[in-house]
């Protein structure tokens, strides 16, 4: 469609810039664009990528002073009208830069201005590939070799494949295979024969939940509660059979840390579609692939994390979110998103059935549920007859410790291990430990850019500070007095195993946290190593407690409650409970019941009882209650700036004025309570500020800020300090 006027039209440009207005330039007669376009824009000095909003618009400044819009990169709308709709809400919701939220959707070569119909990248066997013999001695090469046997493959569906790009590289260098490049082009999957493999006979409950999803007529939200091994992801499976059966696609949204080959490799053993990852260790060109791929309709299953929200569907027939509780749906920097919440309205706004997943939902899930906006489905057993877990809780007031272990835990650990069966020692804290004193003087060693203290890594021997990374050479002399006798306080990972590995010699075992699992594939292979039963005992942080199941393991130990049940963080009890059940769920099966102690100086702690006596739901139960009485979300509204500065004041005077310009349009109900040193002072040698924003409903949280917000944009009382806002914020650090 080309621009028959005469006049140049005025467009509405988004540019990513904090500010949250959109920027007016001229669209020259001969081009022509819509919203959703990439254009190239003069701005300031040198020229930017943005994306047109609004056509037609009235200008805020005269029009002979507006610019020119250089070029129009796209022929059509990058996104769908449902995600640009998608896009809208989000920068409205989160009071974001509009531009910011619609580079935040774009994968980074679309950003960055690559055609949206892009060269792809193939590879195939050359003549002498064809007629070589097989490569006795390179197993992997010869899987490569033998895979490209059967047809061409794309550079960009290596994910499922048992071999990496580096053996392609190899074959390529021998001479048998070739990468070319031509224009992508592929069909739909809806176009070929779909098979589907059997799975096991749901149970009644599942059932029930699978025909309630698939019954669901456009937007229908579903809570489905189950306990891990209950059969979450076989209802996942069976509704996803008769949407891709339909022809439609699934996106599964899932945390950061149990997106695995595994659970690729069991959709892939279920569904003969395409499918693909989405996933922070593509290149940027396999993520642009998966994006055409899914928005062309290529792909009939595309899995991500958070960021996989924004995929363009072709034709969407069902979100899942799975592990919906977890924090890293959250976005903890710049746009600070909550992808199950974009989720939630994706699903809206595309008309279909959403799932969300938990064997712990969040309370924020479980009141949509108490006010009747979600269905909930609930499985109650463990799926194929697993056996519930069994909890005891420890009180460890005067009790002798050894690597962090009362005797009552050191025996049982024993005794599982005697009968051959696998035990898991849980310790949130990596490191050997979390502080270096000097026994002569009390010296603390502290982060010279922090106000915190480094943790103690032994086997690097090195002092790095958790917060900032400033790492440096273990000290052997106090600075303060000179003595040698400095010594590690507190329990970290890599102590607990040292000091584990020594009382029980006779039983290999493997730690799993950030540091053991820094080299590529370590984690991996330490997975197949406990699966196999290699190994016996298993230390580990968080990493362990998501995404993996561990059939064999009929032990769990969690070392360190007490931190959770007294912070701050009117959050923590939530997540412990949620830490606790979901480390619970690695445990046991069928034949093997499993246990799980928990050791605490409170173990009258009424939230730690009532969870451990009856179960999670007991607790949110209970947890809503206080939430509803306290007014906290999610029975109200929150929001928290945050202020960070090099000298104190600044931060503080920034947060000063700004709480003092929204106590005086404060709304009924609403309170700004602030500036408050974050509960991390000092971080990489900035001062940070918060304050903190509540309000009894979201609506009016927003036409509170959103004026106030304006005004720091464009009248800032000073730009000394960097300050950014987060809605709905989940973490206070
Ligand atoms: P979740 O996702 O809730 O952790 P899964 O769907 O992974 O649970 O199921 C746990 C295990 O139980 C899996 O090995 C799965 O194959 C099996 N399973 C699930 N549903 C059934 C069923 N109806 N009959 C037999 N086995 C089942
Ligand atoms: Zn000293
Ligand atoms: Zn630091």
């Not at 949206?116 to 002498?128: N, P, S």
Request: hydrophobic share 40%; aromatic share 6%.
């Amino acid at each position: 469609m080309l621009n028959n006027q005469s006049q140049p039209r005025l467009i509405r440009v988004f540019l990513a810039t904090p500010l949250r207005r959109g920027f007016d330039y001229l669209l020259p007669a001969g081009l022509d664009a819509q919203p959703g376009m990439r254009v190239q824009v003069p701005f300031g000095r040198g020229r930017r990528l943005g994306v047109v909003g609004e056509l037609d618009v009235t200008p805020d400044v005269e029009t002979d002073k507006l610019k020119a819009v250089e070029e129009v990169l796209d022929a059509a709308p990058l996104l769908p009208d449902s995600l640009q709709r998608l896009v809208r809400w989000a920068a409205d919701y989160y009071l974001h830069s509009m531009g910011d939220v619609w580079q935040q959707a774009l994968p980074v070569l679309l950003r960055q201005g690559a055609p949206a119909d892009g060269e792809e990248q193939y590879w195939q066997l050359t003549a002498a590939g064809q007629e070589a013999p097989d490569l006795k001695n390179a197993a992997k090469q010869q899987l490569a070799l033998a895979r490209l046997r059967q047809g061409e493959l794309s550079d960009n569906t290596l994910a499922g494949e048992p071999f990496e790009r580096a053996q392609l590289r190899a074959l390529a260098d021998k001479g048998l295979a070739q990468c070319h490049s031509r224009h992508h082009k592929g069909s739909p999957f809806w176009e070929r024969e779909l098979t589907v493999h059997p799975g096991p006979r749901p149970n009644p409950e599942q059932a029930v939940a699978i025909t309630a999803i698939n019954q669901a007529s456009g937007f229908q939200p579903f809570l489905l509660e189950g306990v891990t091994g209950s059969g979450k992801t076989e209802v996942y499976l069976s509704a996803m059979a008769e949407v891709l059966k339909a022809g439609k696609q699934v996106l599964v949204l899932v945390p950061e840390i149990s997106l695995t080959p595994q659970t690729l490799r069991r959709f892939q053993k279920r569904f003969d579609v395409p499918m693909a990852l989405l996933h922070s260790g593509l290149t940027d060109n396999e993520r642009l692939a998966v994006w055409r791929q899914a928005r062309d309709g290529e792909l009939g299953i595309v899995i991500g994390t958070r960021s996989a929200v924004f995929t363009p569907l072709a034709r969407p027939g069902l979100i899942v979110v799975d592990e919906e509780h977890d924090a890293s749906f959250k976005q903890q920097e710049g746009f600070r998103y909550h992808g199950r919440d974009l989720a939630v309205v994706r699903a809206q706004l595309e008309k279909v059935p959403l799932v969300l997943g938990s064997a712990t939902p969040a309370l924020e899930s479980l009141a949509n549920c108490e006010a009747g906006k979600y269905r909930k489905l609930v499985l109650g057993q463990r799926a194929g007859g697993a056996s519930q877990v069994r909890f005891d809780l420890l009180d460890i007031k005067h009790q002798p410790l050894k690597a962090g272990l009362c005797p009552q835990a050191l025996g049982a650990i024993e005794a599982h291990l005697k009968r051959g069966e696998q035990v898991l020692v849980f310790l949130n804290r990596r490191g050997y430990a979390p502080t270096l004193l000097c026994h002569e003087c009390g010296w603390l060693a502290a982060c010279p850019r922090c106000s915190a203290y480094p943790t103690v890594h032994k086997g690097r021997q090195r002092l790095i500070c958790h917060h900032c990374g400033t790492d440096r050479p273990l000290p052997h002399q106090c600075q303060e007095c000179g003595s040698s006798q400095l010594v590690g306080v507190g329990l970290g990972t890599e102590q607990l195993e040292t000091e584990l590995a020594a009382l029980f010699p006779d039983y290999p075992l493997v730690r799993i946290d950030r540091d053991a699992t820094r080299r590529k594939g370590s984690l991996e292979s330490a997975l197949d190593g406990i699966r196999e039963g290699r190994y016996k005992l298993l230390v580990g942080t968080q990493m362990l407690a998501k995404g993996h199941h561990f059939p064999d393991v009929t032990l769990v130990v969690l070392l360190d409650v007490d931190g959770a049940l007294y912070s701050a963080d009117f959050r923590a009890a939530e997540r412990l409970a949620q830490l606790v059940v979901q480390v619970a769920g690695r445990a046991g099966r069928a034949d093997k019941p499993g246990r799980l102690l928990l050791q605490s100086h409170h173990p009258e702690h009424p939230l730690l009882s009532q969870l451990l006596l009856n179960g999670y739901q007991a607790f949110a139960a209970d947890a809503l209650i206080e939430r509803r009485q306290t007014m906290l979300p999610p029975y109200s509204a929150q929001a928290l700036f945050r202020a960070e500065s090099l000298k104190q004041e600044d931060g503080q005077s920034l947060l000063e004025a700004l709480a003092q310009a929204l106590q005086q349009s404060a709304p009924e109900g609403g309170w700004a309570l602030g500036p408050l040193p974050a509960p991390l002072e000092r971080r990489a040698g900035k001062f940070r500020f918060q304050l903190w924003v509540q309000c009894p409903d979201k609506k009016q949280l927003r036409r509170w800020l959103s004026p106030v917000l304006s005004w720091l944009e464009t009248a800032p009382p000073h730009r000394r300090a960097n300050w950014s806002l987060d809605l709905d914020p989940v973490d206070s650090a």
